[in-house]
């Protein structure tokens, strides 16, 4: 497949990329329930020719471009929900759902996946094998990746290999129109916890008779955070926020209990494991040795989204040939920010790449999730391009592969 071809055929595509971006961007909607923008999804893909599933993790749509000679399947992925933000940004396209905001660029992941769709679709004869495009909800929360996993997403045909995409400035060194790669660890898990310290109440002026969760509260704080500075191997990053902290309700009283509750972030699943187990040593330790009792909890989230160093290897290389060299970088270091793209990847090899969607000289600079957030429009084709050649070059060389192996 001639990867120059296919580059222009992505910007020819651009306009049309572009307004599903608007239609989308004007009905966000939250969550697992996504009914508008998923028969949005399921209508553009139908009227492609692309068979589809729908009713995936409730509001799931998958589609399937069958190539006309048989192989794997390579899978790409794109996430489809928004935040309950009122939109501030002015634009003509803005959203039409008081209190709900394409504000993270799910609206342009659709888009630009639809795009690699029609891409894909149109070389359907050249496919050595087959492509899912998973369209998914519920990234923001509560998760849409496992549900989808649990309804089959990855089952017949079996996914091989797969590929998702974020735009914006999650990696904020990464310009506009530029694919972010990086290998290995490259987000962090998204756990929470909830620690009550439960002492005995009295009277400030007699502590003597009580048993005072907030002072035991500020010795556990510093305990917390030795495990971070002290068991944590310092080249590998790990972070223990509490966000919340709450107990007593008058200055010269001692209360019964404290709460506390806040957020690790691991890149690595054996040290996610570990400081959790170690998190609640520690509570019990010091509530007990401190005459107070505790009561502890840990919710894993996401877990730390980890690369397949052959499958980004490919997809960088695949970028580089698309875009010359200078539309490619890799980076050094993760961010500390979760994705339930990490679902995927803990089942299936894959990768996750970053498409720079800042773009200062546009006065495009506003962060994820803020009210005025938005992305430049132009790097779409690059998106839809990236995706689609990635995946078809993915199958050729698998089909080589397998073809040299069988002489
Ligand atoms: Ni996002």
């Known amino acids: 497949m001639n990867l120059k071809a296919l580059r222009a055929e992505a910007q020819e595509l651009q306009n049309e990329i572009v307004k599903w971006r ?8 939250l969550g697992l329930d996504l009914p508008e923008t998923s028969a949005y999804v399921e209508r553009t893909l139908k009227e492609l020719g692309i068979p589809v599933k729908t009713g995936l993790a409730k509001s799931g749509v998958v589609g399937l471009i069958a190539g006309c000679e048989p192989g794997p399947t390579f899978a790409l992925r794109a996430d489809m929900d928004a935040l309950p933000i009122q939109e501030e940004t002015g634009l003509a396209f803005a959203s039409r759902h008081p209190g709900r905001m394409h504000a993270c660029g799910h609206d342009t992941h659709t888009a630009m996946l639809l795009g690699a769709a029609k891409l894909l679709q149109a070389h359907c004869a050249e496919l050595k094998g087959n492509v899912k495009l998973i369209f998914q909800p519920a990234e923001e929360g509560p998760g849409g990746a496992e549900p989808m996993i649990r309804d089959g997403v990855l089952a017949d045909p079996p996914v091989e ?8 400035t999650i990696f904020k060194e990464v310009p506009a ?4 790669v990086g290998y290995g660890p490259l987000m962090a898990s998204l756990d929470r916890f909830y620690i009550k310290v439960i002492g005995k109440g009295g009277h400030g002026a007699m502590p003597e008779t009580t048993v005072d969760p907030v002072a035991i509260t500020g010795t556990l704080i510093g305990a917390l955070q030795q495990l971070v500075s002290r068991e944590q191997k310092p080249t590998h990053p790990l972070v223990l926020t509490i966000g919340r902290i709450q107990g007593g309700s008058a200055y010269n009283v001692i209360p019964s209990f404290v709460e506390l509750e806040g957020t690790v972030r691991a890149t690595r699943e054996d040290e996610r494991q570990s400081i959790a187990r170690r998190m609640e040593a520690v ?19 996401y877990p730390p989204l980890v690369t397949d160093e052959g499958v980004t290897r490919h997809v960088e ?15 050094s270091e993760p961010t500390m920010g979760g994705e339930d793209m990490a679902f995927f990847l803990e089942r299936v090899p894959g990768t996750f790449i970053f498409l720079g969607g800042a773009n200062p000289a546009k006065g495009i600079v506003r ?10 429009e132009a790097v779409f084709w690059r998106g839809s391009a990236a995706l689609a050649a990635s995946a078809l070059t993915w199958l050729d060389k698998n089909h080589k592969q397998r073809h040299a192996s069988r002489r």
Not at 177 to 180: E, K, L, Q, S
Not at 317 to 331: K, N, Q, W, Y
Request: charged share 20%; net charge negative.
């Open 22 to 29: 608007r239609d989308l961007h004007q009905i966000p909607e």
């Open 161 to 168: 290999a797969i590929l998702g995409m974020h735009i914006g």
């Open 177 to 180: 129109g530029v694919i972010g």
């Open 283 to 301: 509570v019990a330790g010091i509530t007990q040795g401190l005459r107070a009792s505790y009561e502890f909890k840990y919710d894993f989230g």
């Open 317 to 331: 290389e695949t970028a580089r040939e698309l875009f010359g060299p200078e539309g490619v970088m890799t980076l």
């Open 367 to 376: 962060a994820h999730h803020s009210s005025t957030f938005d992305v430049d």
